[in-house]
């Protein structure tokens, strides 16, 4: 019943009341987008007496967006956008008279000078400014393209004094479910080849398998482009003393996203030796034990990392990788199994070291 009011449009208002998060945020973009594209008509058209000023609303929206440094550098490049465009068409229609060949120099080079990657995705606007403006006649006349660029100026500052000033937007939530997405999906892979190893036998369910470890790899991919919004999300913000920065998060999210890696390592190399392929076969079951246990171990270390107050306890997966380290070097369980062990033994030792890398202090 639950699920069924959320899925619907009231349970999507109820959560962005009650929970601070992507619902809350949307709702507030779209109410500050708004705001921000009627102050710009009205104060293009009533304060100031534009005559259909439509690209200073336009601007505005675009403007307030995901984060307080995109609508900074999305200003620069909107304003300076739309002044290449108006300054083509003039030149464009004083040395072209014909307006369908002006309107063909004008799209052509627009989009030429739009591709300059200063631009950004406003670069576009150039071709398309120049385009309108040709199209409408008033290429020609100085004054309406004096008015272009102003009301093309004050509905971008709008749009960005309003994301500045008003609930600037923050992504400290999604770094923090990013991080227990992750933390979890690591530690579940974890368990599930302590399992596989145990067993004396190639897993049955090896696509199951094998597929969490592309979803780790996606979730770890996920991980990252969320820190670097949130990062950039905090750049300017006014909100710099909110709970909602999510900076406790940030070393643990960073040392989950390179145990992707190791892991892959690890599991490909537990399904070659289960497969018992020469020259890396199975090691004898008390090694493979003692392996199981050392990953059931990294596991619980991993869920620990996102726990708030909590350092993980990485002395028992040290003394366990220690004693299969041993083993490598004193058994003599064979030339093969040696490998076998090895491989596997190479990757958790990689894994533990970068679990090693958050801070003793309490670096979260």
């Known amino acids: 019943m639950n699920l069924t009011f959320d899925r619907t449009p009231v349970g999507w208002v109820a959560r962005a009341i009650r929970i601070p998060g992507s ?31 439509f690209l200073a609303p336009y601007a505005a929206v675009f403007l307030v967006e995901s984060t307080v440094y995109r609508s900074l550098r999305g200003w620069v490049q909107q304003v300076g956008s739309v002044a290449t465009g108006v300054l083509l068409a003039a030149v464009a229609t004083r040395l072209v008279p014909e307006p369908t060949a002006a309107l063909a120099v004008v799209v052509f080079a627009g989009l ?16 398309v400014t120049g385009m309108l403006l040709v199209v409408y006649g008033t290429a020609g006349d100085p004054e309406l393209l004096g008015d272009r660029l102003l009301e093309t100026a004050l509905g971008a500052a709008i749009g960005l004094l309003i994301n500045v000033f008003v609930y600037p937007p923050l992504y400290g939530e999604r770094l923090e479910a990013a991080a227990d997405r992750l933390a979890a999906a690591l530690a579940g892979l974890l368990e599930t080849t302590a ?18 470890i592309r979803d780790v790899g996606s979730l770890a991919r996920d991980a990252e482009e969320t820190a670097v919004l949130t990062r950039e999300g905090r750049f300017l913000n006014l909100r710099r003393r909110s709970r909602y920065l ?28 289960s497969e018992g392929r020469e020259p890396f076969v199975y090691p004898w079951p008390e090694a493979r034990a003692t392996v199981a246990d050392l990953l059931l171990e990294l596991a619980s270390a991993v869920r620990d990392t996102v726990v708030p107050e909590r350092q993980p306890d990485l002395d028992r997966c040290r003394e366990l990788l220690t004693r299969v380290e041993d083993r490598l070097v004193s058994s003599n369980d064979g030339v093969t199994a040696t490998l076998g062990l090895g491989a596997m033994a190479l990757p958790v030792r990689r894994f533990l070291r970068q679990l090693d890398e958050i801070d003793p202090r309490g670096g979260k």
């Open 112 to 127: 030429l000078l739009g591709s300059w990657w200063r631009f950004g995705g406003s670069g576009v606007w150039v071709g």
């Open 246 to 273: 999510g900076t406790r998060h940030d070393r643990p999210l960073r040392t989950l996203v390179t145990l992707w890696h190791p892991i892959e390592q690890l599991v490909d190399s537990v399904r070659t030796a």
């Open 195 to 212: 399992d596989v190893v145990r067993a004396d036998e190639p897993p049955g369910e090896i696509e199951e398998w094998l597929g969490q």
């Open 23 to 53: 619902e809350r945020r949307t709702l507030f973009q779209a109410a500050k987008a708004t705001a921000a594209a009627v102050g710009a008509w009205l104060l293009a058209t009533l304060v100031l007496g534009l005559p259909q000023p």
